[in-house]
């Protein structure tokens, strides 16, 4: 996947933001490339909102199954 204002990926962002899951959940955004000013904005809006997020790039085929096999949601 990749990191691009095209797929809007701040709104996962704003949604969590709204929840009162906020403080016990963690976005992951998985992906290969990125628009770096866009991912400094995710970074900066998850930071602003107080929602957890990681990014993790090029993760291996058997860790992403892992990585999917653990989340709620997907």
């Known amino acids: 996947g990749t990191l691009h204002p095209a797929k809007s990926q ?26 770096e000013r866009y991912k400094a904005e995710l970074q900066d809006l998850a930071r602003a909102l107080k929602v957890k997020v990681a ?7 058997g860790e992403l199954a892992q990585t999917y096999r653990e989340s709620k949601l997907t």
């Open 10 to 35: 701040h709104l996962a962002i704003r949604s969590l933001a709204k929840t009162s899951m906020k403080d016990t959940v963690k976005l992951i955004f998985v992906y290969e490339n990125y628009d």
């Open 55 to 61: 990014f993790r790039q090029g993760v291996p085929d």
